[in-house]
Structures are given as structure tokens and as C-alpha cells.
């Protein structure tokens, strides 16, 4: 009986251990059934979120698209500048017409009147006018990149004055699509600069336009550019002398024919240029009963061409530009010359006209840099005997630009500026200007 023990013993523990065994192992069934049901609840709240996230992720882009300025897969830019005029001014002959003030206009420079006695005039004005913002578009298509531009300052503005608020109107400066069907190849439609002007030699002054001499027009046209090569056909517009009303202009807008541009851009070294030749029809209508009858009418055909250009000189440059032709009128220093003259038997009549600037543009450092320009314009008026009030159109301009700018920070420009200008009258009276400009620039 003594041996049996140990051996009972060896089975009840055994059996004990089994059955502590099989215990054990329905713990381990129960905790891994409880954390297949934590993995699937788990499971299903990841789903859960998931569809929640996709939901919202459909429901943000829908409004992103909503609320996108533009189409989907059109780049959007927006730029300008604000620009603090203060200019003081002093004619030797007068008070000018307001529109001087704001800008050089060298029609507009006042001259000794006919009776000899004049006074010179003194003004200084403060103006935000010159600021100006842009909004533009970049498409990719299949047929090729189509972009838009729209830009607006505010000068010329008859709405407002400075006694309070000087609230001025925005105008238009450019609107336009261009259509860049194949490399260097494109079509551009709307008001631009005109084609016949390279804007790029125009130089860095502070005043708004700049030499005398320049070519300087804006508006709608349909150009076609291959290469360095560009054609365009132009708004018409014409502006005479009357020799039937004594120092009277005659404005018509009403011609058959566009201008028509034939430009060509080149580039030698660090030399840009460009020559462009440009062919107007002028024509006028002189009509009575409110435009029903036709009194008087007639049509000349003239020409013009410009030969401008750019040349860098390490971080310099020199910009220059030469113009000629029978009818640069409108085209050349802001209207300088009408586009002809109407005889006394009613026939249209032109006269040879040039016009040249040359500027050089120094940079002391790079935070410092200055312009200096000089310019003539000229006119072979009609003489008395073709048109009777010959004596008092305008013989020639010149000007003078130097200015000092100090850059103290990307894209903000502190800087000063002299003017000088003269006009003469084809009967020798004469008037000048002098100007003092400072300007406050910030580009964005």
C-alpha cells in the first residue's frame, strides 16, 4: 500500500495539471475570440472613418472648386504697383492745362502769347494716380496656351478732385487674349500697346511718359507674331489742324481703313532692336442736321517708321528710339503733332515729322541707380499759304530727364527727378518747364 501512494499521487497530479491545462487553454480560446472581436470592431471603425474622411474630402473639394476664383487648370496672377507722386513744376509762360501736372504732355507746355505779357506759374501736387493693378490667366489647351490680361490706373480720371477725398476713377490700360498656337507663333486680340511701338526702349523714368520724342499708344488691335516678325492692323483715328476754323482741331474716328503695323524684333549680342513701319489712312467728314448731310469731306494716305532698340552694357543699359514719317501725329509724344492739316479748299495736307531719344541707365550699386535722357521733336509745318494759322502750330520739343533712385528693398523704389522741357511755335515764341518729381514705388 505504501508503494501505491507516490503513484495515486503521480495521477492525481497528473490529472490535476490536465485539467488545469485544459483551463488554461480555454482562457487563451476566450481572449483570443475577445481580441479577434476588439480587431473586428477595430476594423469597422477604421471603415468607418475612412468613408467619413472620403465623404468630407468630396464635400471640401466640391466647395474648393466652388469656390476657386477660376476654371480648373488656369493659373491666376494678380500684380501692380502703389506709386506716391509729388511734383512741383514752374512754366515760364503760364498756367498749363490741368492734364500737365500730372504727367509731361509737350503740347501742353504753356508758351509766350501772342501779346508778349506772361507770367510764369508755380504748382506743386501730391498723387497716388499712377498706381495700377493687373489681373491675368494661363490655360494649357490642346491647341495651346491662351492667356488673358486686364489692367486698370487711375489717371486721366474727370471724376474726382483733391478738395477732400480725391476720389479718381479707374481707367482701362490694357484687356487682351493671346493665343500662343505654336513656339514663338501667336494671335493676340484687344487693346494693347501698339505694335508699332517697342515699349522695351522706352526708359526708367519717374515721370509717367517720358521723352518728347517717344512713341506712346494704347489701343484695341488683332496682331499676329511668327517669330521676330509682327503684323496688326490697328484702331484708326485722326486728328487735324482746320484751316477753316483759326487754330481749331478737327477730331475723326469714323476712317475706312484700320492702321496697318509691319514690325520686326531682332537680336544682335547684347543688342535688342527693333524697326517697325506703320500706314494710315487719314480722313475726315464734316457733316450738318445732325450728321444727315455730308458738307465737306476728304482722304490722304502717310506713313511712319521707328527704329528702336536696348543695349545691355554689363548691368547697364542704353535705350534709344528714331522715329519719321508723314503722319506720326497721334503716334508720337502723346499726340506732340496733329496727324496733318485740312487746307483752306477742304483737301488734307501732311507734314514730314521725326521725333529721337537716347537714355543711359547707370547703376552706382546695386541698391542705386539712375536714368539719363535727352529727346527732340520736330515738325515741317505748312506754310501760310496752305494753311493760314501755320504760325502758330508747334515747331519743336526737347527734353531732358535725370533721376537718382535708391532701392532699399526688393521691389521698393525711393527716388527723385529732373525735368526740363521747352516747345517752340513756328513763329519763334517759345515756353518752357522745369520739374521736380519725387515718388514713393511699391511693385507686388
Partial sequence: MNKMKPLAAAFIAVGTLGMAGMAAADDVDNRIRELERQLQELKSQVSSQQQEIATNKTEMQAEIEEARPMAKGTKFTYGGFIQLDAISSDYSDGQPNNLIEDFYVPSLVPVEPASGLSDSYTSTNFSAKTSRFFFTTATRTDAGLVSS??????????????????????????????????????????????TFFNVSALPDLLDFVGPAGT???RQPQVRWTMGGLQLAVENPATRLNDASVDGSTLYYNGNEMPDIVARYNGKLGDLSWSVAGLGRELRYSKREDKGAVEVDSDSAYAYGVSFSGKWMLGQDDLRFMANFGSALGRY???????????????????????????????????RWRSTFSVSAAGADNPSTANYASAD??????????????????PKLSIGGELILASKELEDGRDGDMSRLQFAVKYAF
Fill in 149 to 194: 490680361r486686364i489692367e486698370l490706373d487711375f489717371m486721366l480720371s474727370g471724376s474726382g478732385d483733391e478738395r477732400i477725398s480725391n476720389s479718381w476713377n479707374s481707367r482701362l490700360r490694357h484687356a487682351f487674349v493671346q493665343w500662343d498656337y505654336d513656339k514663338d507663333s501667336s494671335i493676340l486680340a484687344g487693346q494693347s500697346w501698339s
Fill in 215 to 217: 512713341i506712346f499708344v
Fill in 332 to 366: 508720337m509724344g502723346i499726340n506732340a503733332f496733329n496727324d496733318g492739316y485740312v487746307d483752306s479748299d477742304g483737301d488734307i495736307g501732311t507734314a514730314d515729322q521725326w521725333g529721337a531719344f537716347i537714355a543711359y541707365q547707370h547703376y552706382w550699386s546695386p
Fill in 392 to 409: 502758330s502750330l508747334a515747331k519743336s520739343y526737347q527734353s531732358m530727364h535725370a533721376n537718382l533712385n535708391w532701392l532699399p528693398a
